[in-house]
């Protein structure tokens, strides 16, 4: 059994049906993520007995990228191969008073989201739970070379969140876990395209910070660029934002600027209603291109008018600053699925 797909409640049981006592979940979990132990004979206030025996029922594989890619910003794009050869990728976005890691939870993404390269390139399978948290291990080891620490977690690398829930939320258990990771939740966003049934059980479960991929203000627009929306169309998703419990955080609008199709006044102030709605922040993102896009990125002059217009209409509007875009680690451009 792989102890990186386990919480530690779990980990609790396994060891107690394996007549071991219940603290060492605890014991084993700090060695493991706080210093960093990856072999059982190291665990020295463990009896040499009980390390044997651990060895035989657990193993311990921390995850190594395959290839780092430093872009000229300083953001890194760390890309893993997985057993099966697929190859995920995660990036590490430094700023002056934060590290932002964007975290993958698919090899490819099977919602074909017309702006995303990751989309473009097909889906292959969920990631397990030690995929997951070993993406922000080794992203932590990566960072500690240049004297950073990452601070915040965004679920928007590749893949849909949400399709790969129970995975997610172990791995969100052992993020927030004091003796794991430690990471307050209010350092977790998780984004979403709109699974809207999920939405409402994510904020039954979990009490991280909500990001809604949004990127068209009507049904029409968004069934031409996202084809989830066909499932889950504007009204089932708003309804389930309306059920997430806002505790610390507003939720979050993406909405990506596409030339001459969702960068019109009329878009804004359509966008401006429904994040009034929520008092929601919005990130404006300038659209990152790849080989093969159906779009053009909007001259950042119409993303500045645009911008403007939610600010009179007292919307907190941001523009996000694309980062990584000369290593492919930019919003919607990641995807090596395999070599």
């Not at 990728?89 to 939870?105: A, D, G, K, M």
Request: with cysteine; hydrophobic share 40%.
């Amino acid at each position: 059994m792989e102890i990186f797909d386990i919480t530690r409640k779990n980990l609790e049981s396994a060891l107690l049906d394996n007549g071991f006592a219940k603290f060492r979940a605890t014991q084993i979990t700090q060695w493991i993520y706080q210093k960093r132990v990856f072999s059982f004979d190291e665990m020295s206030n463990i009896s040499k007995d009980d390390r044997a025996k651990l060895a035989e029922l657990f193993t311990i594989t921390p995850m190594q990228p395959e290839e780092v890619f430093t872009s000229s910003d300083g953001t890194q794009k760390l890309a893993f191969k997985l057993s099966d050869g697929n190859v995920v990728e995660t990036v590490i976005i430094p700023e002056e008073t934060r590290c932002t890691l964007c975290v993958s939870t698919q090899a490819g993404c099977p919602l074909h989201c017309a702006f995303c390269r990751t989309g473009s390139l097909g889906f292959k399978r969920d990631l397990t739970v030690s995929e997951i948290t070993g993406q922000v291990l080794a992203a932590q080891i990566e960072a500690e070379k240049s004297g950073k620490r990452i601070t915040n977690l965004v679920f928007m690398g590749m893949g849909e969140p949400l399709l790969n829930f129970e995975n997610l939320l172990d791995a969100i258990d052992i993020l927030l876990d004091d003796f794991c990771f430690n990471f307050s939740n209010r350092k977790i966003t998780v984004s979403t395209s709109g699974i809207a049934d999920k939405i409402v059980e994510l904020g039954e479960k979990t009490k991280v910070n909500l990001a809604v991929s949004l990127h068209a203000v009507t049904d029409e627009k968004r069934n031409k660029i996202m084809p989830i929306n066909k499932k889950y169309p504007l009204s089932a998703l708003l309804r389930a934002i309306d059920s997430y419990p806002v505790t610390r955080k507003m939720v979050v609008l993406e909405y990506v600027m596409l030339k001459n199709f969702n960068d019109t006044p009329e878009d804004a102030e359509k966008l401006a209603k429904i994040a009034k709605r929520y008092d929601s922040k919005v990130n404006l993102i300038p659209f990152n291109t790849f080989d093969g896009a159906a779009f053009e990125p909007t001259p950042i002059k119409k993303i500045i008018d645009f911008q403007n217009i939610l600010i009179a209409k007292n919307v907190t509007a941001l523009i996000r600053k694309s980062r990584g875009g000369d290593k492919l680690a930019a919003c919607g451009q990641l995807g090596r699925v395999k070599n």
